[in-house]
């Protein structure tokens, strides 16, 4: 019953893969156009979701090697690193 517990659950990293896209939206967003509504550092919070979705599938989908899995670890990369290189490129924008 224990085991049971810890099965990988495909629909928490889904839920975290589509906070994570609206997330990304509003940091887009921020850098197309920075006028009124300004979402501030919400766009920041996709690396936080992004880690924790990929500890997740490293954790427990060890068993489940199939696409959809291995495309959202990419996709997870991609939103580790895009507000990291944002971050980067504002700060050298005011240098």
Same mark, same amino acid.
């Given at each position: 019953? *224990? ?6 659950? !495909? +629909?928490?990293?889904? =839920? !975290?893969?589509?906070?994570?896209? =609206? ?5 887009? *967003?921020? !850098?197309?156009? *920075? ?5 501030? &550092?919400?766009? #920041? @919070?996709? /690396? &936080?979701?992004?880690?924790?979705? #990929? ?7 060890? %068993? ?7 495309? @959202? %670890?990419? @996709?997870?990369?991609? #939103?580790? &690193?895009? /507000? &990291?290189?944002? +971050? ?8």
């Amino acid at each position: 019953m *224990a085991d049971k517990s810890k099965e990988f659950k !495909l +629909c928490f990293p889904l =839920v !975290l893969f589509f906070s994570n896209l =609206v997330l990304i939206t509003f940091l887009i *967003a921020e !850098l197309v156009d *920075a006028t009124e509504p300004n979402y501030g &550092i919400l766009g #920041f @919070l996709t /690396p &936080i979701l992004a880690l924790i979705s #990929f500890f997740y599938i490293r954790r427990f989908g060890r %068993q489940n090697h199939g696409s959809l899995v291995r495309f @959202l %670890q990419w @996709l997870n990369w991609l #939103f580790i &690193i895009f /507000p &990291i290189i944002v +971050c980067v490129y504002i700060m050298f924008a005011f240098i």
